[in-house]
């Protein structure tokens, strides 16, 4: 089993985990801890190897630890645009509303319910398929998003931005002449 078979069946192992549990505040943390885990992973990908770096600067209490940091240094160094920015930002907060408010269990809390109505990027979504029957492809948009609890706004739009990581190419590696 190769290196990014493994990544793939532990991808699967906790899609069906977030999907399976009951609890709003397991998948809204498992979730966004898995998107932030992606995101670690793209932006290391595009910066020198040296693991003694990375576990000092990336541990939770290092300078890249903070999920928010991670947020807008992807941005900075132009993975993403500014709108994946802002519902990387969003994604954030319904995390952390979960993991650091008690008193919020639920999607259907005021806050959480209208932080996911902001959660837009599904929506600009489209998929092409071919069309055996005729040369016509088929081109859908995401599934009717207008019909998307908050939950499920929710970790439809982790699953697309943990995608969209795997699909991103690190440059190639330079190394400075100095």
């Known amino acids: 089993m190769t290196k990014e078979d493994g990544d793939s069946e532990l991808f699967r192992e906790a899609i069906d985990e977030i999907e ?23 932006i290391q990908a595009r910066m020198h190897k040296n693991e003694k770096i ?26 993403y645009s500014e ?31 209208a932080l996911s109505a902001n959660l837009k990027l599904i929506e600009a979504i489209k998929f092409t398929i071919s069309n055996p029957e005729n040369d016509k492809p088929i081109t859908s948009p995401f599934p009717k998003t207008g019909d998307l609890t908050a939950r499920e706004r929710y970790v439809a739009t982790c699953q697309l931005l943990i995608g969209l990581f795997g699909l991103l190419k690190p440059p190639k590696e330079v190394t400075p002449e100095i």
């Open 54 to 79: 990375f576990r000092e600067m990336f541990r939770p209490s290092g300078s890249l630890g903070n999920f928010g940091t991670k947020v807008d240094l992807g941005y900075m160094i132009g993975m």
């Open 83 to 113: 709108k994946v920015r802002r519902e990387l930002q969003t994604v954030k907060e319904i995390r952390n509303e979960f993991a650091h408010k008690l008193k919020t269990k639920s999607f259907d809390c005021v806050r959480v319910k």
């Open 20 to 42: 399976a549990t009951s609890s709003d505040r397991a998948a809204a943390v498992v979730a966004g801890a898995f998107l932030e885990d992606h995101l670690t992973k793209a």
